[in-house]
C-alpha cells in the first residue's frame, strides 16, 4: 500500500514568554493511501497539533512529516459555513480561493452535491439547514479542490449524540464512495471504533503513540460495527490504554 503520510521521530515545541511547551515528542506512524486512520488521546494531548503538522500549517521541531506531494483536505469541528452565502455559495468558496473557480470544477463539485443529498439545498442558507446537513454541506465544501488526504478534527463534536450517528455515517460512506484516504482525530472511542481501518492511541502530552490497532470490520458502515459483537471488546481495550 502506498504511503501518502509519514511521521518519522517528529516532535513539536511551542515556545512562550512563559517557557517552552513540549506538545509532541519522537511520533512515528504512517497511512496509507485509501486507509481510514483515527487517532484517539487523553484530552489536551496535543491531537490538533498532529493535524497541523500533517496539513504543514506548522513545521516540527524536529523530525519530518513527509506527505509524498499529496493534497489535504481539513474539516473543522464546527462546520464553519459562512451565514451569508448560500450552501452552493458556500461549496464553491474554495475553489474561489484556490482561484481553480472553472465551469469543469464548479461542475464537479455541485454533481457531489447533488449526490449526496444537498441539491434542493443549494440556494437557501445554512441557517435553514439542519445541523447534519450543514456538517454534510462543510464535508463537500472541503472534497470541492479533490484533496488526496482528509484531515478530520473532531468534525460530529458539535452536534447531539443521535445526530452525530446519523452523520458519522454519512461522512464514512461519501469518505470511502469518493476513496479517499482520511485521519480523524477524537476523543470518542466509540465513533473511533465505528470508522476507522486502524486506530492509533497516543500518550498524555507530550504526546506520542503508544499502541497501533488493525480493526477487522471491513468497510462496514458505523451504525453496523457497534452492533458487532466484537465493539464492546475494542471498547474496553482501547479505554484502559488511554486511561493506563
Known sequence: MKEVLRFEDVSMHYHTKQGETVAVEHMNFSVGEGEFVAIIGPSGCGKTTVLSLAAGLLKPS?????????????????????????????????????????????????SLAEKYGLKQFLKNYPAALSGGMRQRAALIRTLAVDPDVLLLDEPFSALDYQTRLSVCDDVYRIIRTEKKTALLITHDISEAISVADRIFVLSKRPASVVATHSLEFGEAEPLKRRENKAFSGWFELLWRELNA
Open 62 to 110: 524536529a523530525g519530518k512529516v513527509k506527505t509524498d506531494g499529496c493534497s489535504f483536505g481539513y474539516m473543522l469541528q464546527k462546520d464553519e459555513l459562512f451565514p451569508w452565502r448560500t450552501i452552493e455559495k458556500n461549496i464553491l468558496l474554495p475553489l474561489e480561493i484556490k482561484k481553480t473557480n472553472t465551469p469543469d470544477n464548479r461542475a464537479r463539485a455541485l
